[in-house]
T-cell receptor, first 114, second 118 residues
Framework: GENVEQHPSTLSVQEGDSAVIKCTYSDSASNYFPWYKQELGKRPQLIID?????GEKKDQRIAVTLNKTAKHFSLHITETQPEDSAVYFCAASPFSGSARQLTFGSGTQLTVLP | DAGVIQSPRHEVTEMGQEVTLRCKPISGHNSLFWYRQTMMRGLELLIYFNNNVPIDDSGMPEDRFSAKMPNASFSTLKIQPSEPRDSAVYFCASSFTRGGGQLQETQYFGPGTRLLVL
């Protein structure tokens, strides 16, 4: 099955700086890579996703890059703000015919210091 | 849109008791997922359904866990008997999966059920 590794487990940045979180996956059949943000005590919520037919996607201050050859993908947050503080999870999903499932990374606790 | 609805939001029970968690997916969604989240193990997929049919239950920890989806708008996750190590937050998520499986649709999570087994 799919295995997703995520680094770092914790990340502290100064407000206004950039943050980068990296993930690797093992199953070359994976073709969908979402990123979820989970605030304390809340549900995971999708913030951005990328499919294997593109190498980069951007949405305002958030961007995701994908390197299929190396089987890794990254989340980039620019101009960080205190409200960006949360746990971020990457996930990978292989195409499996009738249904899809996500394998999540272990999460990164991002703290943005004011 | 009410989103994914889960009940109860909190459950405290004693070891050995039966626990039933409930989920109502987003209307029109045809895939439903049950996850468990703990500090030690992170976010784990327990089981998922597509068109009310269980597709993969390999994540279910043991026979004490069972899940059903009797119709498109309701699913249950049951633990019988419960044990302290079952304490966790249980999330239900749903998505709409297009035919052919070529596209992964966004999974929307419910608010979760925080379970404490004493």
């Amino acid at each position: 099955g799919e295995n997703v590794e995520q680094h770092p487990s914790t990340l502290s940045v100064q407000e206004g700086d950039s943050a980068v979180i990296k993930c690797t996956y093992s199953d070359s059949a994976s073709n969908y890579f979402p990123w979820y943000k989970q605030e304390l005590g809340k549900r995971p919520q999708l913030i951005i996703d990328i499919r294997s037919n593109v190498g980069e996607k951007k949405d305002q201050r958030i961007a995701v890059t994908l390197n299929k050859t190396a089987k890794h993908f990254s989340l980039h947050i620019t101009e960080t703000q205190p409200e960006d503080s949360a746990v971020y999870f990457c996930a990978a999903s292989p195409f499996s015919g009738s249904a899809r499932q996500l394998t999540f990374g272990s999460g990164t606790q991002l703290t943005v210091l004011p | 849109d009410a989103g994914v609805i889960q009940s109860p939001r909190h459950e405290v029970t004693e070891m050995g008791q039966e626990v039933t968690l409930r989920c109502k997916p987003i209307s029109g969604h045809n895939s439903l997922f049950w996850y468990r989240q703990t500090m030690m193990r992170g976010l784990e997929l327990l089981i998922y359904f597509n068109n009310n049919v269980p597709i993969d239950d390999s994540g279910m920890p043991e026979d004490r866990f069972s899940a059903k989806m009797p119709n498109a708008s309701f699913s249950t996750l049951k633990i019988q008997p419960s044990e302290p190590r079952d304490s966790a937050v249980y999330f239900c998520a749903s998505s709409f999966t297009r035919g052919g499986g070529q596209l992964q649709e966004t999974q929307y999570f419910g608010p979760g059920t925080r379970l404490l087994v004493l």
